[in-house]
């Protein structure tokens, strides 16, 4: 009901403007209030309470709308913006006064600020707790889809001789409630050889998201905990982890975890050197699940949507765990069988036990401690943990026992340290520690069945990282090692300084590193690298490294544009050359429709030019799925966490919409423009979200409602959501004394339908001159109520077939 205020007062804007100058919003002389949505650049990030004053300046509650601003503002803009004045509400020479940029979008209503990059909050590892003031809509009960991925590839090498293979890779859910069933299975052939069809996982899911707690029965993996080995298992499972249904914000120092409201394409840079590119999808992901070198090394990742905007998160973390506030726990408790892979079959140890568990607890907001335990048969490992932040920085220290049957105890300790330095400046300067000393005998439960001794070649390893910013466009860092084990020829230590920084004032950054590492036994290694990481405009990116071990040279160069938007292109080439290979050359590119994804990559490998000893692989895939969710089934992008089928109503028939549209721009995450459904696929579970839309060429008068949708998805659920109605008719007209032919001025009321079915009462007000509007109402009779003390009403009739904007005239009331 709140947004009907929106859309009345933009309609009697309309009509009032030939009184009123073109700048004048409220000519009412006294103050009006409204629930608008606050805009920051082309995202909304909420709704607040707005007042449009009589002098028509317009003032926003201070306390709800800084609230709002905490996830784009920076601590200092949020500060400075508090400081502002005694009163309780911010104006738009507030916002101007600290830098920020303040309109009000007369075509929408909507309050839009923009936030210059030294004001705008740098986006860090988080968990992003759900909107619970918001009124999200409810999903369908019986939802669903499957995702279907093909590919083809072709691999040809020296001897001429072509090699073809299939795949396909298919997962699929069902969703009913709080429950999902999934299942996912892959297939292969190679020409000539026989065809191989694999089920890789079933499972039922049930959540208690108030609670941050998943039931997992069937197909399932043991990612383990501290020294815990991991493991795939085949029984039940019961896990409270609030970064796997991130609905409290309970971790103040959260240490790996991000999450992605879109579909990004994220660079891996460790150390300066891009490692790895990947496409995700939206959702909550961890350093777990992005395949990057082990060690407290700097990782940056460089996240780009599909507006080219680029987004990085800095990792340089020892400690592995995060605090939990004070009387917040987590835990996971798995029972089950083991499972391992056999011949591409699945094959179930059923003479065989596993039994997984962990318990960590808040006991302060600065003490977090746990315990874990897991066996498998006569294998035991258990242990504890305690993390601690001290005012200087984070501490973590662990202690792990196991019990084998033939190689008996052994145990594990780590200890690891980041420090913290608040209020550092411009230095920024990082440290972490990390000291791990297992012994020889010490063993996981992967360990069932062997006696071979040494389990563990390396007893002691440290590490040591820092890095210091030397300048405003410098940086400097060395991370040291040391390792020793029951091999004394393997024993070493090195030292990695580094340098990091811009080329002048432009926007090339370069990075160097020394690496030197001394063997106890006399011998050592040395060896350097140089990389350079030129953007050449928004979308292109090129990268160049050499290092002297191995002498090998890269040069890469990608693509990226709209990456996750319908239409969107993701491209790269790489070439690099070492001392056993001539050359190397990589290129792929990403192609992202409307209801397809397509992908296409080729790799040439040339060992030796001279005699032609090269080898070639092509591949080509194309992913799409088919979903359902209620009485309505759309082919669209493959799905991820959850998703929507979005239809639109017959009035809207011959009018294209674009969903969630790129502000200033062609682009959206995908358009609807027949008058079949649409999947939208990549929804965040359990993160609340807007998702608006826009319709091209609308009649004038048509009115959309809120003009978004709110979604506070659960796991794998997909909700059926209709753009347009039939309450579409916008009347306006003037209310008159039957007696006295007098306009009714200033005066509220509501319009009531009076036929059988459900239409939600309309509030209206009139003007200095009786004129009022009614807006988002369907064809029938109305009686219209007015807030007087003799409580004056009269009945209109709306005719079927009226075009959507209706002219009422003069109306006499008695």
């Known amino acids: 009901m709140k947004y009907t205020y929106l859309s009345l007062l933009t309609l009697w804007f309309c009509v009032t403007s030939i009184q009123a100058s073109q700048s004048q919003i409220n000519a009412t002389g006294r103050d009006i209030e409204l629930t608008t949505l606050l805009r920051v650049s082309d995202r909304v990030v909420g709704d607040v309470n707005i007042t449009i004053t009589a002098d028509n300046d317009i003032l926003l509650p201070k306390e709800s709308t800084i609230e709002v601003l905490k996830s784009v503002l920076s601590r200092e803009a949020l500060t400075r913006l508090e400081q502002r004045q005694p009163q309780e509400t911010l104006s738009q020479s507030d916002f101007e006064s600290i830098g920020l940029g303040f309109t009000f979008d007369y075509s929408t209503f909507e309050c839009v600020i923009s936030i210059p990059s030294h004001l705008a909050l740098t986006q860090n590892i988080s968990l992003i707790p759900a909107d619970s003031s918001s009124n999200y809509l409810e999903p369908e009960l019986i939802s669903g889809y499957i995702n279907v991925n093909l590919s083809g590839n072709e691999a040809r090498a020296q001897s001429k001789k072509t090699q073809r293979e ?98 990004s ?25 992005i395949p990057i070198a082990q060690g407290n090394n700097e990782i940056e990742l460089i996240i780009s949507d599909s507006t ?110 980041d420090a913290a ?53 410098l940086r400097a860092s060395i991370n040291t090692t040391f390792s020793s084990g029951v091999v004394s020829t393997n024993d070493y230590w090195s030292v990695s300084p580094s340098l990091t920084g811009y080329l002048f004032d432009t926007p090339v950054s370069w990075s160097t590193r020394v ?56 491209a790269y080439a790489s070439m690099n050359t070492d001392e056993s290979t001539d050359s190397n050359v990589n290129a792929g590119a990403t192609y992202t429709g409307n209801r397809f994804r397509a992908l296409f990559d080729h790799n040439t490998r040339v060992e030796d030019i001279d005699e032609g000893a090269q080898t070639h692989n092509t591949r080509l895939e194309v992913a799409s799925a088919l979903a359902f969710s209620g009485r309505s089934f759309s082919v669209g992008r493959p799905v991820g966490d959850a998703f929507a089928i979005i239809e639109k109503h017959a009035s809207l028939s011959g009018n294209n919409i674009a969903i969630d549209p790129e502000q200033n721009s062609q682009n959206a995450r995908v358009f609807l423009t027949s008058n079949q459904s649409i999947l939208l696929p990549d929804l965040v579970a359990y993160n609340g979200q807007i998702v608006g839309y826009d319709v091209e060429n609308l009649r004038p008068g048509y009115d959309l409602g809120d003009g978004a949708f709110w979604l506070n998805p659960g796991y794998k659920q997909g909700f059926r959501l209709k753009i347009g109605s039939d309450s579409v008719l916008t009347v306006m007209g003037t209310l ?54 003799e409580q004056q009403a009269i009945n209109i009739t709306l005719d079927e077939g009226s075009d959507v904007l209706i002219m009422l005239g003069d109306l006499y009331v008695d």
């Open 736 to 789: 008159r004394y039957r007696t006295t032919n007098e306009p009714i001025p200033l005066i509220a009321g509501t319009a009531w339908y009076l036929g059988e079915e459900e239409q939600a009462p309309v509030e209206f007000f009139t003007s200095r001159t009786g004129r009022f509007a009614l807006s988002g109402v369907r064809p029938g009779q109305y009686r219209l109520a007015l807030d007087t003390n």
């Open 421 to 473: 330095f608040e209020d550092s400046g411009q230095a920024s300067p990082q440290m972490s520690l990390i000291y791990e000393q297992q012994t020889p005998d010490f063993v996981g439960i992967s360990e069932y069945g062997s006696t071979n001794y040494p389990v563990n070649l390396t007893n002691h390893y440290v590490a040591l990282f820092g890095s210091v910013s030397v300048g405003p466009s």
């Open 265 to 289: 394409d994220v660079n891996v840079v460790v150390d300066g050197i891009v490692v790895q590119r990947l496409t995700l999808n939206a959702g909550s992901y961890s350093l777990n699940d």
């Open 166 to 263: 299939y795949h396909h890779r298919l997962e699929s859910a069902v969703n009913f409630g709080a429950a999902s069933l999934e299942y996912e299975s892959s297939y292969h052939h190679t020409v000539g050889e026989n065809s191989l069809y694999f089920r890789e996982g079933t499972r039922l899911n049930f959540d208690i998201p108030n609670q941050g707690t998943r039931l997992v029965l069937g197909d399932m993996y043991n990612a383990g905990k501290s020294f815990q080995d991991g493991a795939d298992i085949l029984g039940i499972g019961l896990t409270r982890d609030f970064s796997l249904i991130p609905t409290k914000n309970v971790r103040p120092k959260a240490a790996r975890s991000f999450v992605l409201t879109r579909t």
């Open 515 to 570: 690496n030197y590492k001394k063997y106890l036994d006399g011998d050592d290694d040395f060896a350097t690298s140089f990389t350079l990481n030129w953007p050449l405009g928004q979308n292109i990116r090129s990268v160049g490294r050499y290092s002297s071990e191995r002498k090998q040279g890269t040069l890469d160069v990608s693509y990226q544009n709209d990456v996750g938007s319908a239409g969107g292109i993701s």
């Open 308 to 417: 080219g905007k680029e987004e990085r998160i800095n990792f340089s973390v020892a400690t592995g765990n995060g605090l939990l506030d004070s009387g917040e726990y987590e835990y996971s408790l798995m029972v089950g069988v083991p499972k391992e892979i056999n011949n591409n079959q699945n094959d179930y140890l059923t003479d065989q036990k596993i039994v997984h568990g962990y318990l960590d607890f808040g006991l302060t907001s600065s003490m977090t401690i746990g315990v874990n335990a897991q066996s498998r048969e006569d294998v035991y490992q258990y242990g504890s943990s305690v993390v601690y932040a001290f005012p200087f920085g984070v501490t973590e220290l662990s202690v792990t026992q196991s019990q084998h049957p033939d190689l008996k105890s052994g145990h594990a300790y780590r200890f690891a340290f």
